[in-house]
């Protein structure tokens, strides 16, 4: 595995730096940063895929793979909405919302707009012993990261008990996309944010149809 990991591949920021250079020029400060910003990213990238990690690898592929079409959240969320009462019932119900609207913010939205390569599966990177299958979708931000955070999100304000251990949960899917080789971190932390972000527009419009419903009703 080389510490060149991703070289050749097109960083989010080196997109942006490439619009911002087209309007304010090469010498912009805004063009070096952003391009400074890239070389993080694939940095921080090769430095997780030239690590050894041989006890890490097969738990993290696993939950990666868990993650899968939102399939984690989704059993999370049928057990909680079936021992939860009332909270756990509206936590399940605005978590489910939270990921359909994030992903279609995600995938419908912001991917084919950034049309960032994903890692080259057969240039250097992780270890086989790693890797899950690549998605065909473009990788930039990370859909997976998104829905993770947005679930997390409506989850932990409905039931604060939980909110820690379901934003840890939250964090080691959007890690193990690094992990495995399918994201570079710049996406995940993007994704995160985005799907964090989304929850909480979903959590403002359910608060104003739970006061529809019961004027008298907080929510958290």
């Not at 690094?178 to 608060?207: E, K, L, Q």
Request: hydrophobic content about 45%; glycine content about 10%; overall charge positive.
């Amino acid at each position: 595995m080389s510490s060149h990991a991703g070289t050749q591949q097109q960083s989010a920021a080196d997109a942006l730096a490439r619009r911002v250079e087209a309007r304010r020029g090469a010498e912009s400060v805004w063009v070096e940063a952003l391009r400074e910003l890239g070389a993080v990213d694939r940095a921080v990238y090769a430095a997780v895929a030239d690590t050894p990690t041989p006890e890490l690898d097969g738990p993290v592929r696993r939950l990666s793979n868990a993650a899968n079409y939102s399939r984690l959240w989704l059993g999370i969320a049928a057990v909680i909405a079936l021992f939860g009462g009332r909270r756990g019932r509206r936590a399940a119900l605005e978590g489910i919302l939270a990921i359909g609207v994030t992903s279609a913010t995600v995938n419908l939205g912001m991917k084919p707009l950034a049309q960032r390569r994903r890692p080259d599966p057969a240039g250097p990177g992780p270890s086989p012993a790693r890797q899950v299958r690549m998605p065909q979708s473009t990788s930039f931000p990370s859909g997976h990261a998104a829905s993770a955070f947005a679930f997390a999100y409506a989850i932990g304000r409905h039931l604060p008990e939980l909110a820690v251990p379901i934003r840890l949960l939250a964090g080691g899917v959007a890690y193990s996309r690094v992990h495995t080789g399918v994201h570079y971190p710049a996406d995940v932390v993007i994704g995160s944010i985005v799907g964090a972000g989304t929850a909480a527009t979903v959590a403002a419009a359910c608060d104003r149809i739970y006061r529809l419903q019961d004027p008298e009703c907080e929510h958290a």
